[in-house]
């Protein structure tokens, strides 16, 4: 099992530019999650998927938008990029946290975005 | 909502020493409690977790208590290894059991850890 993984690993962008970084799970996980850490602001939320057909905002969304392609899938886009949004992101999946199940969110290895 | 404050920022001990680092949470809702070790151009990795119906958990040389009334946990790693060198993340969640109502999980914003050989 490759667990999550992220594509690209690297990218650089002007200001203006558009992109979408991908992710994808292969364990079965119903919830998916995109965060951004960035120096002394530990991870912070940008928008998850509790389940297919279904988005939310997390704590900073605005500049992007996320696509829940499929139970496996889920993708973030910068339509504008701006250099404040120069930073790491961190693509994450767990079960539904209800039950009995853990709610523990496992990371893909991330994208590290530069925009000029 | 919820805060989680996190202490040290870096701590830096000998090999072989025990290495402790200590969270507090606001949010008495909180019952789900991760910790993460991230290596230097990693993503984070669950290395520990403990829900709050159970004081402490042991897994080799890594344990985590927590004590719901004060509204803290801590991170024990003991007999430190060089390769245990890494930022630590510990995290608060109001998500087991939740019926799926609630996902968010709140950071802290790391330790940096540094074993010294």
């Known amino acids: 099992n490759a667990g999550v993984t992220q594509t690209p690993k690297f990218q650089v962008l002007k200001t203006g530019q558009s992109m979408t970084l991908q992710c994808a799970q292969d364990m079965n996980h119903n919830s998916m999650y995109w965060y951004r850490q960035d120096p002394g602001m530990g991870l912070r939320l940008i928008y998850y998927?509790?389940?297919?057909?279904?988005?939310d905002k997390g704590e900073v969304p605005n500049g992007y938008n996320v696509s829940r392609l499929n139970k496996r899938e889920f993708s973030l886009r910068l339509e504008s990029a701006a250099p404040s949004q120069t930073s790491v992101y961190f693509c994450a999946s767990s079960f539904i946290a209800g039950g009995s199940r853990s709610p523990a969110q496992y990371f893909g290895p991330g994208t590290r975005l530069t925009v000029t | 909502g919820e805060n989680v404050e996190q202490h040290p920022s870096t701590l830096s001990v000998q090999e072989g020493d025990s290495a402790v680092i200590k969270c507090t949470y606001s949010d008495s809702a909180s019952n789900y409690f991760p910790w993460y070790k991230q290596e230097l151009g990693k993503g984070p990795q669950l290395i520990i977790d403990i829900r709050s119906n159970v004081g402490e958990k042991k897994d080799q040389r890594i344990a985590v208590t927590l004590n719901k009334t004060a509204k803290h946990f801590s991170l024990h790693i003991t007999e430190t290894q060089p390769e245990d060198s890494a930022v630590y993340f510990c995290a608060a969640s109001p998500s087991w059991n939740s019926g799926g109502s609630n996902y968010k999980l709140t950071f802290g914003k790391g330790t940096l850890l540094t074993v010294n050989p």
């Open positions: 998927s509790a389940s297919e057909g279904t988005t």
